[in-house]
């Protein structure tokens, strides 16, 4: 019973941990990832979803003026793109186009092959090549050196293969596994190259060690307010003109990657953890009671012990391990039950079209997570009832083998606040179920019953 109620909370606390880790803090699996930036545009207090992209001419502007400080990278929105070796249109891939530096500058190598060089990314017209990442090439090829050289067809444009992406490396978003990358100028037509109005780009920063991150921000924050001004304020509508004047360029860390969708729930995701933790606090109320049960009945044992010369340390200790041993058995549990609630909690996210590809497997974080916290809930849940035990034990007569006896007044308190948690997470639960349930009930007009939507896709140059 102990064992499945500690498994219990420490699984739920495990399984948010292991989707905040994976979305929001897991480095990205590059060298030196703490030295990434994500350059955001934004008005100031806006939250992800206020967040602007860029266009390519303000990403050449930018490159040029951070060559002192680092780095700058670009890359387009990731999508489902058509894919075919033998002119068969039906597969699709997850890919996004990519300024020629973005392998050089996360200082990510080839497994086989090469990565982009500047001379596949000009504006007079990128070379038609394309990198696959090494899930892709192990899935779709077999893991076949003869890829390279090959000539597919991504979004019904033949590109030739020259490389495959280190292993582990599957782009900048925890939430997505690209499977296949392109030159941006490859990618996109002339007209989004030139025109300063056309905003597309997501644009990252290696920072070159010992630059000053502030100085950096403030030398970009005046270019980008002078590039809108000079470029874009003239010919915008007077409606959008405060949005942009608002607008400014913040440095924010990126050694996770962009962590889009992550961003976008971490403030429920914190609020599950902080339900959770509750969880755990009401399993180690329902455990302390438990063992406060088994060391009462241990009395003549301890008092024994006590009697025999066993000193204050080695009483509690021995019950302290045997508390610990509970509490690791329970937190191995619930990295099982963990594993099980991560797929379930991604389940209740809306699907984007793109499938959501969080990397969940228990690496050595979780597992560390996991640990300590079954370390400090066996002292939690541990230390109080073995104080106890060694208090009646050594009160305990051994001549008329009479028992302290009386009310416990810490098993009433854990009681009550079992039941306090217990209420408040049900109160909390029914105000949920109210919400969804008028989310449900709201008339949009027509019965969505048995509606599905579809994509026609056309052949390209297919006639409007």
Avoid at 276 to 297: D, K
Wanted: hydrophobic share 50%; aromatic share 6%.
């Amino acid at each position: 019973t102990a064992i499945l109620s500690l498994a219990l909370g420490i699984g739920a606390n495990t399984a948010v941990f292991t989707l905040l880790h994976a979305s929001l803090w897991k480095p990205l699996p590059v060298q030196d990832p703490h030295q990434i930036v994500h350059l955001v545009r934004s008005k100031p207090g806006s939250g992800p979803e206020g967040e602007s992209t860029y266009s390519y001419v303000l990403f050449r502007e930018l490159g040029d003026l951070a060559q002192p400080f680092g780095e700058v990278i670009a890359k387009t929105r990731f999508g489902l793109r058509k894919f075919s070796v033998d002119n068969d249109s039906g597969e699709r891939v997850v890919g996004e186009a990519v300024s020629a530096n973005f392998f050089s500058a996360l200082r990510v190598n080839p497994a086989i092959g090469r990565v982009l060089h500047a001379e596949d990314d000009t504006l007079l017209g990128g070379d038609r090549v394309a990198v696959l990442s090494h899930a892709f090439w192990t899935r779709r090829f077999q893991a076949s050196p003869s890829v390279l050289g090959k000539t597919i067809q991504y979004k019904e444009t033949p590109y030739t293969v020259v490389g495959v992406a280190q292993q582990g490396f599957a782009g900048v978003e925890a939430e997505t596994a690209i499977d296949v990358w392109v030159p941006i100028t490859a990618d996109a037509e002339r007209a989004s190259l030139t025109n300063a109005h056309n905003f597309w780009l997501s644009i990252l920063i290696r920072l070159q060690p010992g630059s000053d991150a502030a100085q950096a921000q403030s030398a970009l924050d005046g270019l980008f307010r002078a590039h809108i001004a000079r470029e874009v304020l003239p010919t915008v509508p007077a409606p959008f003109k405060p949005i942009l004047e608002a607008q400014h360029l913040t440095l924010r860390p990126a050694s996770s990657g962009l962590a889009t969708l992550g961003r976008l729930y971490e403030k429920p995701l914190q609020l599950l953890m902080a339900v959770v933790a509750l969880v755990l606090l009401i399993s180690c109320a329902n455990v302390a009671n438990l063992i406060t049960a088994r060391n009462a009945a241990r009395q003549d044992e301890i008092s024994l012990r006590l009697a025999i010369g066993a000193s204050r340390g080695r009483i509690v200790g021995q019950l302290l391990i045997e508390s610990l041993m509970l509490a690791l058995l329970g937190a191995l549990c619930g990295v099982a039950v963990a594993v099980w609630a991560c797929g379930l909690l991604i389940s209740l996210l809306p699907q984007p079209q793109v499938p959501i590809a969080f990397d969940l497997r228990p690496d050595s974080t979780v597992l560390g997570f996991a640990t300590a916290v079954a370390v400090a809930t066996a002292i939690l849940f541990g230390l109080a009832p073995a104080l106890r035990a060694y208090r009646a034990g050594r009160s305990r007569t051994l001549t008329s083998g009479r028992r302290t006896t009386g009310q416990s007044l810490m098993g009433k308190f854990l009681v009550g606040g079992q039941l306090a948690l217990s209420l408040l997470l049900l109160i909390g639960a029914g105000l949920f179920l109210e919400t969804i349930r008028n989310l449900r009930a709201i008339d949009l007009g027509f019965s969505p019953q048995n509606l599905v939507t579809f994509e026609v896709s056309f052949p390209r140059g297919t006639p409007a």
